[in-house]
């Protein structure tokens, strides 16, 4: 009997297990496939997809960067290049360049986490390719503009979509390499409007 | 192909003309079974590919075509523009036998498949030994690759595919002759005035072979796991386990000829399927019609095609299925399973044929008890299965997709649905819901 035992009971057991095994393997033939037909088939861009704290390309929001350059001093492989050039009469100081190598960003989010007013963000974008290497170095600033204040609470300018900065920036891929355009500062007589703001904001 | 000839000879044309035309029909005939059984493979290919990739939660190829059903085309395409690649040190003229005999060992055995009434292209006295008999020249084939290749993974490939063909060719032997023992003949299709197997079952399934008594059921899943592993398939796909040997016997195999050995493996499937629905499922027989009845409109025979392959298709899907679900067997495993279960189960279940043949004559009581002896635990183990397979799909909480075809149309596709895939039923058992 317990011969019969040794020899019955495995397969019964292995009867049992591969019955299971292909009930279960039949089910998965009525889900829904966990794909997402990129690039051609998809409701709508993957970037709306994405989770939300997933990190994608980064954006600078002009509107409340303060050219502390916080973001230049940790990223650790150097990809931000900030300047900031001070009008010689009025004292008033200009962003003029904030460039983003984004073939060399590592996408470590560091420079997000230290800017003190959320400028800099990871926007939802990854398609940057492009045709040519030097159009990798994203370009934020086109013309001078004044530096933000820090805002007050809750007076913070609505920040606009996410990625709606840096998209127009990446173009597309066969857009061809055109060369930044030198930034000047604004003559003395142009700086009147920012200067209005400043006496009550620090 | 008889059928043909004796149309032929109706002509009454003079002798050279009449032969010249019967080369020319055996030539058509022949190609016509080759082109079909090739189309059948590459379509197999899609459905597996298709099949493996829903198990998977994929989509798999989808593409090509409606569905993706020309993958099959295009990756044949691929296959004959690549470099045809000979090893230095291979035995030359062995190692470009091999494909050959390979694919001529599977594709010749369509000959004698029964696709429909009269749609069989010879329907020999001898079908069953016939089949058998020319599968088994694949060994030659796959044992010739692998030595003339000169390369010990293909080696070993060649030798374990021998060694499994040769052990597995007699539990499907014995699981075979069960229905062989109920017809009383070896023919495969057969008509009215000369009953082959096909003819000798009905269209319910209660006058299949294998619900015929609960020995029948048992030789056919004899017969049907025994061929599995005769076709090399996962999971007794040993001659070519992937993460041991390579590819096994078709490593240094390129271009067409891999395509050969390729398309040979599922043509094998197909023939597999093919025959257990013939010998066993009752074949092209349609539902509640007498033979002379489907003899006598075509409109019939054409169903009874469709019938067939429904019924050839189905099994079909359960071989690309086990593949999907079943881990591969170790050496010692797949001969134990061969010598030490299936051989003695085979054997009985042929020695109880034997007897309840003798006990049990078609129509009488007994034999009416023993068909639904089988029929309802069959029918029941199938309830059982769909009920554990709801349950399965209820446990992890996805809806139920019954727009299969729709998969693929642009724009049907939602992923923000998966947002709860993979969750664990609600305390209450009735699973999330959406």
């Given at each position: ?202 | ?120 292209a010879a329907d020999v006295n001898v079908g069953v030994l016939f089949i058998l008999a020319i599968t088994s020249l694949g060994t030659v084939g796959i044992l010739m690759s692998g030595w003339a290749s000169n390369n ?222 089988t029929l309802v635990p069959a029918a029941a183990v199938l309830v059982l299965f769909f009920w554990r397979v709801s349950y399965h799909i209820r446990r992890v909480g996805d809806r139920v997709d019954l727009d299969l ?30």
């Amino acid at each position: 009997m317990k011969a019969l035992d040794r020899y019955l009971l495995p397969v019964a057991r292995s009867l049992v297990t591969i019955f299971d095994g292909l009930a279960v393997t039949f089910s998965y033939l009525f889900r829904r496939p966990i794909t997402i037909q990129y690039p051609d088939r998809i409701e709508k861009p993957v970037a709306d997809m994405l989770p939300e704290r997933s990190r994608g390309i980064l954006e600078v929001d002009l509107q409340i960067c303060t050219g502390c350059s916080m973001c230049a001093k940790t990223c650790p492989i150097d990809c931000i290049k900030i300047e900031v050039q001070s009008e010689p009469t009025t004292k008033q100081r200009y962003l003029t360049r904030f460039d983003i190598d984004i073939g060399k960003c590592m996408f470590c989010g560091l420079c997000v986490e230290a800017c003190p007013t959320g400028a800099i963000r990871h926007s939802h974008e990854f398609e940057g390719t492009t045709c040519d290497v030097r159009r990798l170095v994203l370009h934020f600033v086109e013309s001078a503009r004044p530096v933000a204040k820090p805002p007050k609470k809750g007076e913070e300018p609505a920040s606009p979509p996410l990625g709606s900065i840096v998209r127009p920036l990446l173009g597309t891929a066969f857009d061809p390499y055109r060369p930044p355009k030198p930034v000047e500062l604004p003559r003395p007589a142009a700086q009147a409007a920012p200067s209005e703001t400043e006496g009550g904001n620090i | 192909m008889r059928t043909v000839f004796e149309y032929l000879k109706a002509l009454q044309l003079e002798p050279f003309w009449q032969q010249l035309l019967a080369a020319a029909a055996v030539v058509v005939i022949a190609a016509l079974v080759f082109v079909v059984a090739l189309t059948i493979a590459g379509l197999l290919v899609v459905v597996e590919r298709r099949v493996a990739g829903r198990v998977q939660s994929r989509i798999g190829p989808n593409r090509v075509g409606p569905l993706g059903l020309l993958q099959w085309l295009a990756d044949g395409l691929k296959l004959i523009m690549k470099e045809d690649v000979i090893p230095a040190a291979a035995d030359q003229p062995l190692f470009r036998l091999a494909p050959y005999l390979v694919m001529v060992g599977v594709f010749s055995a369509f000959a004698s498949v029964p696709f429909g009434m009269y749609l069989i292209a010879a329907d020999v006295n001898v079908g069953v030994l016939f089949i058998l008999a020319i599968t088994s020249l694949g060994t030659v084939g796959i044992l010739m690759s692998g030595w003339a290749s000169n390369n010990k993974w293909s080696l070993l490939g060649g030798i374990r595919s021998a060694a499994q063909i040769v052990s597995y060719e007699v539990p499907a032997l014995l699981g075979a002759l069960s229905p062989v023992l109920l017809a009383g003949t070896l023919q495969m299709s057969g008509t009215e005035s000369e009953p082959g197997i096909v003819a000798l079952q009905g269209g319910w399934p209660w006058q299949w072979f294998v619900f015929r008594n609960p020995c029948a059921l048992g030789a056919f899943f004899v017969y049907f796991i025994a061929a599995v592993a005769e076709g090399n398939r996962t999971p007794f796909d040993l001659p070519e386990a992937e993460s041991e040997l390579v590819a096994g016997f078709n490593t240094e195999y390129s271009g067409m000829r891999f395509a050969g050995f390729f398309l040979a493996e599922f043509a094998n499937v197909y023939l597999v399927s093919a025959v257990a629905t013939t010998l066993f499922f009752g074949g092209w027989q349609v539902p509640g019609l007498s033979l002379a009845e489907q003899a006598g409109d075509p409109r019939w025979i054409i169903l009874g095609l469709v019938i067939f392959v429904a019924k050839a298709s189905i099994f079909c899907f359960v071989i690309v299925w086990l593949r999907w679900t079943l881990p591969r067997l170790r050496v010692d495993q797949l001969m134990g399973l061969c010598y030490r279960y299936l051989l003695p189960l085979g054997l009985l279940c042929l020695l109880g044929n034997a007897a309840l043949v003798l006990v049990a004559s078609e129509g009488s009581t007994v034999d009416w008890v023993l068909r639904l002896l089988t029929l309802v635990p069959a029918a029941a183990v199938l309830v059982l299965f769909f009920w554990r397979v709801s349950y399965h799909i209820r446990r992890v909480g996805d809806r139920v997709d019954l727009d299969l075809l729709a998969r693929g149309v642009k724009g049907r596709f939602h992923p923000e649905r998966h947002r709860h895939y993979g969750k664990l039923a609600s305390p209450t058992g009735k699973g999330v819901t959406q």
